[in-house]
């Protein structure tokens, strides 16, 4: 039989460490990249959704870029890469993945920001999670998330898709160092505008990738997972289907992974 690339929906901003993300995604070829969304977790959607298409039309790729019409202005807007005779979609995140989802059959989603477009996608479409293998995410400190934000995280939770997550208390721990930025730019000047700005953001959609190619790296507690509204907090249940919460890594073989990608 043969070999059939796993499909991947990606769903993030653009701060220095998310453009770094779809650089390396877009560099990848171990999995067939669908389709793109924009949060709103760094830039408003529309402003990272641009920036984000202009990096895949910089490539001399088209692929499907939507933003969520749910948006705002945000202080980071900025032009860095701009589209080229494409545009985002017309429709909102939200319907995009889920067209997506269902023209592909089956889905895996990572999303290194606000869980917003994916949410939507479970309340609007009763079969949207058929179509979903696995959510590759991030949990942020509960404590700087709304009251909207806590309730989509927990719908996801709860929504039966398999679940790997990391921690933004484990995150925070793994940074671009210096010589690996430096490299980075030489590779790929057109990056530069973008990662000059950079100064110690964990690379959370990095780790989501390596952690969606490599699951055999990380060492997991599995445990059902809710969200307590009243403490901010979250809590373990058996109530709920096993999620795979990251504990630990093989930290070299993570920049390995890295710098294989950007460095070579």
């Keep these: ?30 999995f067939e990249l669908v389709g793109l969304s924009a949060n709103k977790s760094y830039m408003s959607s529309e402003s990272a ?46 319907e995009n993945l889920y067209d997506l989802a269902s023209d592909c059959g089956r889905l895996d989603i990572i999303a290194s920001g606000d869980l917003s477009n994916i949410a939507k996608a479970i309340r609007e479409f009763e079969d949207f999670t058929d179509f979903i ?7 942020p400190d509960l404590k700087d998330l709304s009251k909207e934000d806590l309730t989509d995280l927990d719908l996801v939770l ?23 930025l430096a490299n980075i730019i030489k590779n790929h000047p057109q990056m530069e505008k973008l990662l000059k700005s950079y100064d ?43 999620a795979y919460l990251v504990n630990k890594v093989n930290e070299e073989s993570f920049y390995d992974y890295l710098r294989a990608v950007l460095c070579k």
């Design 1 to 30: 039989m043969e070999y059939q690339k796993p499909f991947i929906y990606i769903d993030t901003n653009f701060s220095p460490a998310d453009g770094l993300f779809v650089k390396m995604a877009l560099d990848s070829f171990d």
């Design 49 to 94: 959704g641009a920036n984000i298409l202009g990096l895949v039309n910089s490539e001399y790729l088209f692929l499907s870029v939507a933003k969520n019409f749910d948006d705002k202005k945000s202080k980071h807007d900025e032009e860095i890469f701009t589209p080229v005779a494409d545009y985002l979609e017309e429709v909102d995140a939200y």
């Design 133 to 139: 293998d696995h959510i590759f995410l991030l949990i």
């Design 158 to 180: 709860s929504s039966g898709i398999d679940l790997f997550v990391i921690d933004q208390n484990f995150a925070k721990n793994f940074v671009l160092e210096e010589k690996d």
């Design 200 to 242: 110690g953001e964990p690379l959370i959609g990095a780790l989501l990738l390596y952690l969606s190619q490599r699951p055999e790296a990380f060492i997991f507690e599995e445990a059902g997972l809710k969200v307590n509204f009243e403490e901010k907090i979250l809590e373990k249940t058996n109530s709920r289907p096993k």
